[in-house]
């Protein structure tokens, strides 16, 4: 998983970022919280793990601001201060988890991946999720994020999502998307599929992100992996 790790202690993040490298993470450091929201819109992170304390803007700040952009990224606040106050406000504030400095790494990261777990975001493969880049679609919960941030999307746009997801990287003919996304078996008269694709892209682009649909002329449609 690539994890964001927001600690202004560097040997602290050096230490934390080399203990899950071990454990098979990707890792991104940031210093401070407002270097943390940058990352956050300009990468798709799994998860984060945000310091209670930090420079410029404390770890509650980033938390309130990231959910209320929408940004639904597990998020474990890690912090020095044990008091249930401190915890209560963390998770109130829209954290998943909380943990106290200093923590053993084998428990961080059974955290981690029993929090991917219970967030259903690690079924690879199967129908709990599918990804392609830097999108997730949960067909059983009918919700879909681009960059961690979540798609208004409704009922007949995120069936055509999901049937693109789930073949991104290959071409989806016209017909396929009538047959599974309406349940056509017939040519219809109107241009449906080319106006649902265009107001799915609308909303896939909506936060200035590039259009990951790609048309094949006389064929059909095609989402970048």
Known sequence: MHLLIVEDDDALAAQLAEQLHQSGHETTLAQDGRRAIELVGQNRFDLIILDRILPKMDGIAVLKSLREHQILTPIIMMTA?????????????????????????????????????ARGWTGRGSEETLRAGDLLVSPTRHSAWR????????????????????????????????????NYDFEPATNIVEAYIRRLRIKLTEYGDDDPIKTIRGVGYMLRG
């Open 147 to 182: 960059n961690g941030k979540a798609l208004n999307l409704q009922k007949i746009e995120f069936k055509l999502l999901t049937e693109l997801v789930r073949n991104a990287g290959t071409t989806v003919t016209r017909s396929m998307l009538l047959e599974r996304v309406w």
């Open 81 to 117: 201060l044990g008091q249930s106050r401190q915890k209560v406000e963390g998770l109130e504030g829209g954290a998943d988890d909380y943990v106290v400095k200093p923590v053993d790494p084998a428990e961080l990261n059974a955290r981690i991946h029993a929090l991917m777990r």
